[in-house]
């Protein structure tokens, strides 16, 4: 079935930077857009970035100029280039992916385990 597994959430100064990777797999057709959200505790599920298939891309406006997100479609991942990170850039980042995959017959969104980003003061 198909499957999205994130990796390079960490701990992080300040300041410094990190980049997400999230990898789709599985009996996959095709993708549409990818996105990144984020989880802080107690706070409801906030929208990061989104990516279309071609490439177009959109941003919260806390995160503008600091993210990047991008694409592989040949590899099928995306991934979130975080700069200049903040205190409060601290949340689990979900990888999320509007996806015909599986056994269905129409696009659903898939989403990753969630990868716990903190960065401290």
């Known amino acids: 079935q198909v499957q999205l597994v994130e990796s390079g959430g960490g701990l992080v100064q300040a300041g410094g930077s990190l980049r997400l990777s999230c990898a789709a797999s599985g009996s996959i057709v095709s993708i549409n857009d990818m996105a990144w959200y984020r989880q802080a505790p107690g706070k409801q599920r906030e929208l990061v970035a989104t990516i279309t298939y071609g490439g177009s891309t959109n941003y919260a406006g806390s995160v503008k100029g600091r993210f990047t997100i991008s694409r592989d479609n040949g590899k099928n991942t995306v991934a979130l280039q975080m700069s200049s990170l903040k205190p409060e850039d601290t949340a689990v980042y979900y990888c999320?992916?509007?996806?015909?995959?599986?056994?269905?017959?129409?696009?659903?969104?898939?989403w990753g385990q969630g990868t716990q980003v903190t960065v401290s003061s």
């Open positions: 999320n992916a509007d996806l015909l995959g599986g056994s269905s017959r129409m696009f659903a969104r898939y």
